[in-house]
């Protein structure tokens, strides 16, 4: 009874050994990744003027910047669904859209919500937090998925010729070597690491089968010394 039992936990252990969790890929390890976070309104007498946020950063590459201006926008989508004339004309028709656009005079411009952000010397294995501010009150727009370019950027030098996460780039475009993470990836909502989660995962399910299977090592002597001991036994009555 007790060998049986051995054996079926050891069978069990396996069967989890041999199990493994899909894990999507979520962040680049040859990346610049980056997120906006803690964004918060600036109002002035009651009334929205801009929004401050932060830019964190953490550079998994293997070269160091001299510098790098990572340019970012978001497109006002609202604006292009709810214009005033596009309403008007929806309810009243294109002859009252003229007569009210006549009476108003021109629509003002909508700002657009868009901001540069250079940062100096950040070398290799880094991560820096970067305050920084812009004027528009639509803070609710910096939640949404940015458009983002990385340019100009100085690169100082690569760490090591040889290695896999070296971008080649002439210097004047880095945008390739740069992944924004956005709310719906998970590796938003906590510290970035030097590899993804990703890799984490799947080191961590490795070491976890090598101890299932250091353990089901140790049933099978078990089991088989048992197996030697019923013999003796057998043997002697």
């Known amino acids: 009874m007790f060998?049986?039992?051995?054996?079926?936990?050891?069978?069990?252990?396996?069967?989890?050994?041999?199990?493994?969790?899909?894990?999507?890929?979520?962040?680049?390890?040859?990346?610049?990744?980056?997120?906006?976070?803690?964004i918060e309104p600036v109002s002035k007498e009651g009334i929205v003027t801009g929004c401050d946020f932060t830019v964190t950063l953490y550079n998994r590459t293997a070269v160091n910047f001299r510098n790098f201006t990572l340019n970012l926008n978001w497109k006002d989508t609202v604006d292009e669904r709810f214009k005033f004339d596009a309403y008007v004309k929806s309810v009243l028709g294109e002859g009252a859209t003229i007569q009210e656009s006549?009476?108003?005079?021109?629509q003002a411009?909508?700002?657009?919500l868009a901001t540069a952000l250079t940062v100096n010397a950040f070398g290799t294995n880094?991560?820096?937090?970067?305050?920084?501010?812009?004027d528009n009150e639509k803070c609710?727009?910096?939640?949404?998925n940015a458009?983002?370019?990385?340019?100009?950027?100085?690169?100082?030098?690569?760490?090591?010729?040889?290695?896999?996460?070296?971008i080649n780039t002439d210097g004047k475009d880095c945008?390739?070597?740069?992944?924004?993470?956005?709310?719906?990836n998970p590796e938003y909502f906590g510290e970035f690491k030097s590899i993804s989660v990703t890799e984490?995962?799947?080191?961590?399910?490795?070491?976890?089968?090598?101890?299932?299977?250091?353990?089901?090592?140790?049933?099978s002597k078990i089991v088989e010394n048992l197996g030697v001991s019923d013999k003796t036994l057998t043997d002697i009555n």
Do not use: W
């Open 102 to 106: 006549d009476l108003l005079g021109e």
């Open 140 to 144: 609710y727009l910096l939640l949404t």
């Open 126 to 134: 880094k991560q820096i937090s970067v305050k920084t501010h812009v």
């Open 175 to 184: 945008t390739a070597m740069f992944q924004l993470v956005d709310t719906a």
């Open 3 to 38: 060998s049986t039992g051995l054996l079926t936990s050891g069978s069990a252990m396996a069967a989890t050994a041999k199990k493994t969790d899909t894990v999507e890929p979520t962040t680049r390890n040859d990346a610049v990744i980056f997120k906006i976070h803690d």
């Open 200 to 219: 984490i995962a799947a080191q961590n399910q490795q070491l976890h089968n090598e101890e299932l299977s250091d353990i089901d090592d140790v049933i």
């Open 147 to 166: 458009d983002y370019s990385v340019t100009p950027c100085d690169i100082a030098r690569n760490m090591n010729a040889d290695n896999k996460n070296v």
């Open 109 to 112: 411009v909508s700002k657009p």
